[in-house]
């Protein structure tokens, strides 16, 4: 019989407030990003998830994600509307904590996953439809790919692919959703002729600092259970964090001349983004190799989209997208069994079927994320129209959507 560890417990309860702070955090930042017009609309698509995700997760999420097996493929309802999740250890996970408690925890990172994808489209997709695409991305896109990796059953996880904390279950299916949706909605009025400056970088940058203290709890927490595996994540993740922050700033230093307060976020979140699927598996000198890795890849992603043409206004795909993809991949190369027993061992220590193994598991992740948001924002679209109008588009969504403005002038 497994029995509850009250300091087990207490760890993955303060790591799920943490997990949570972030989508706010995420508000904030993305926020600041945005002309001052739409910083309200900004700021809600994140903090809407809060309330929208928790009845979903409640419901039909959870138990879809790690509900008993169906075919490798989901969960079934045997726990629709949490039956059966009490205050008693799961059978299957974090089996020295409650099910509820391992529950909630999870519930926090099906709130900001699709909160993230609303930075590619941010100033130009109306309310309602965006509410109604998050809600079905979540059912067939998150929940799937969720159970796929870390479902008891799940066909991904079955052929040895691993995801610490969302490399491929977050990043990832997110970054795939906002190429889709900057596609899908079309750049923003004036897209390559006018120049969209941040209108409050300091909201920016605290933002920033409230994810990586966020961060903490999303990668660290993801051992559930305080122990020497979350030690290895939590240091894992500053390291990264701090090495993606000071490759960036002086990829901006040689590149333009000046290292931006922008970059030095932008570094951060993408060194942090990228760790997290290897945190737990990695020695703390491969987290500073990935941060540096992050910061260099995905600065150039980011430099190159208006080369490629489509106006993903926050830079999902190139922090995110690409943070998920080469993470999970790094993954493949550092992983060691010399920190983590229960991990693997990568290319570098001398296993390359792992690294092809996760290789595999972004292949899928991606074709699969894209292939059904894709379809979901064209089915939207047709239905109800994913973009505001030009005139409300011109007045700015903190009008023409909630009716209100964030600054009085």
């Known amino acids: 019989m497994n029995t509850i560890s009250a300091g087990d417990t207490a760890f993955l309860l303060a790591s799920a407030g943490l997990v949570l702070l972030m989508t706010p ?42 509900g008993p097996d169906i075919g490798g493929f989901i969960g079934d309802l045997s726990w629709f509307g949490l039956a059966g999740v009490g205050t008693a250890p799961s059978t299957s996970y974090a089996t020295t904590v409650p099910h509820l408690v391992f529950m909630i925890y999870q ?42 990796i870390w479902g008891s059953g799940g066909w991904l996880g079955q052929r040895g692919v691993l995801d610490f904390a969302g490399g491929l279950v977050v990043h990832l299916t997110s970054g795939a959703a906002a190429l889709a949706a900057a596609i899908v909605v079309g750049p923003r009025k004036g897209f390559r002729r006018e120049s969209f400056l941040p209108h409050n970088l300091p909201m920016t940058l605290l933002g920033t600092g409230l994810l990586w203290f966020g961060w903490f709890g999303f990668n660290g927490g993801s051992a559930l259970a305080a122990n020497g595996v979350a030690a290895t994540a939590f240091v894992a993740t500053h390291l990264a964090g701090m090495a993606g922050m000071t490759s960036w700033c002086i990829m901006e230093k040689f590149r333009q001349g000046n290292a931006t307060t922008l970059g030095a976020a932008s570094g951060a979140i993408a060194g942090l983004a990228t ?49 998920g993809l080469l993470g999970t991949l790094c993954l493949g190369l550092f992983a060691s069994k010399l920190v983590n027993p229960d991990g693997a061992d990568g290319l570098l220590a001398g296993n390359p079927a ?3 193994t996760e290789a595999f598991g972004v292949l899928v992740v991606l074709v699969y994320a894209f292939a059904v948001s894709f379809v979901l924002l064209k089915i939207v679209n047709a239905i109800f129209g994913l973009r505001v109008s030009l005139e409300e588009e011109v ?13 009085n002038e």
């Open 25 to 66: 955090a995420l508000g904030l930042f993305y926020g600041g990003m945005v002309r001052n017009k739409n910083v309200l609309g900004t700021i809600m698509h994140s903090l809407i998830m809060i309330a929208l995700i928790s009845f979903e997760w409640v419901f039909i999420g959870y138990t879809m994600s790690f």
């Open 107 to 148: 519930c926090m990172f099906a709130i900001i996953t699709p909160a993230l994808i609303t930075g590619a489209f941010a100033e130009r997709m109306k309310f309602g439809p965006f509410i109604v695409f998050s809600v079905l991305w979540a059912v067939l896109v998150y929940n799937p790919v969720c159970h796929w």
């Open 275 to 323: 760790v997290t699927p290897a945190a737990g598996f990695i020695s703390p000198v491969s987290a500073m190799v990935i941060g540096i890795i992050a910061g260099v890849a995905c600065y150039t992603a980011v430099s190159m989209k208006n080369r490629f043409g489509y106006d993903d206004s926050l830079d999902v795909v190139g922090i995110h997208g690409l943070g």
């Open 354 to 356: 792992f690294f092809a």
């Open 395 to 407: 007045m700015g969504l903190d009008l023409s959507q909630h009716s209100e403005t964030a600054y």
